[in-house]
């Protein structure tokens, strides 16, 4: 069977080279896989390896979703028993000691692999950490890839996520196809940890955008304008962005039920800062959304989605952009 194409897909160079090799799908596409970590990103991930046909091993910290089931998922009592039956294992997980712990822990995946297996990270996690996760990984005769994704709950359904990659070039090419029917944006930037590294830059500006909309939104609406219109006509120029267009909405209607949870945010900003200090650097907008999204946090709202950041804001202004 031949992996499907999805539909708008962009391509590099190293995609190119893969898509054009039938070998190198056929290889993929014969594999068996295996899926740990299904919630608001993890299962719709897995749906769309099981729709393409694949054979999905399946595990989760709670029960695994009915519908992944009966569209042919297979449910394994641990990680270590995923491990055993699939070639490839994808992860998507909250945070470093839950992948270190699905890893390595008791009954995990390092304790159910075999050589030639290839390991996919696709939770955000530490960079750091993830380079010595791989040697470990590697040390068993297997491969690891880093692999961490952009485009919350509705990038994952829609199969349109942003997928930035630390691995070799040979586990990249083998692994593309499948990666493919997850996400649409698909970029080798390097060794183990690279992918991660990339992951943090990329919610650094999430976050400063977000409350650049915030703050501007508000300032809006306590100057007397209509932020929904503010909002529509900011969409037609330079200060356009897909956050004003996701995020902005979202402020303006109030629905901040959780695409991606302020808590996770919080702990990818985290790594941002312990990683500049490491490295010398100072990221004080960085630090300044941290803290925002704090606020947030000390007041219940850590499991919002991070477009709430903004409710930070309005606490200090007094003033909310709109009302619920």
Do not use: W
């Amino acid at each position: 069977m031949r992996v499907p194409r999805p539909s708008g897909s962009s391509f590099t160079s190293a995609e190119h080279a893969a898509t054009q090799s039938p070998q190198l799908l056929r290889t993929t596409t014969m594999t068996t896989l295996g899926f740990i970590g299904l919630g608001i990103m993890g299962a719709p991930m897995a749906g769309h390896l099981i729709a393409a046909g694949h054979t999905v091993y399946l595990n989760t910290r709670s029960a695994v979703p009915a519908q992944l089931l009966e569209a042919g998922g297979r449910a394994c009592a641990s990680a270590q028993e995923v491990a055993q039956k699939a070639d490839i294992i994808f992860l998507m997980l909250p945070d470093t000691p839950d992948v270190e712990a699905v890893l390595f822990g008791a009954n995990g995946v390092a304790a159910g692999l075999s050589a030639g297996k290839t390991v996919v990270d696709m939770s955000s996690i530490s960079p750091m950490d993830t380079k010595a996760f791989a040697a470990k990984i590697n040390a068993l005769g297997c491969q690891y890839m880093d692999a961490p994704v952009s485009g919350g709950e509705v990038g994952a359904k829609a199969a349109s996520l942003t997928i930035m990659v630390g691995a070799e070039e040979a586990t990249f090419n083998a692994v593309l196809p499948l990666l493919q029917l997850m996400g649409k944006n698909i970029t080798l930037v390097g060794g183990n940890g690279d992918g991660q590294t990339c992951k943090v830059a990329n919610q650094i500006i999430v976050a400063l955008n977000i409350a650049a909309v915030g703050e501007a939104l508000l300032f809006a609406s306590k100057a007397g304008a209509d932020p929904a219109k503010v909002r529509q006509a900011l969409m037609g120029g330079f200060a356009s962005s897909r956050i004003l267009e996701v995020h902005g909405e979202r402020m303006v209607k109030r629905t901040f039920n959780p695409g991606f949870r302020i808590g996770l945010h919080q702990k990818d900003l985290a790594l941002a800062l312990s990683g500049a200090k490491a490295l010398g650097l100072a990221l004080p907008q960085t630090a300044g959304a941290a803290q925002l999204m704090q606020v947030c946090a000390a007041n219940g709202m850590a499991g919002l989605d991070h477009s709430a950041l903004v409710r930070a804001l309005e606490i200090m202004g007094a003033h909310e952009v709109a009302q619920a």
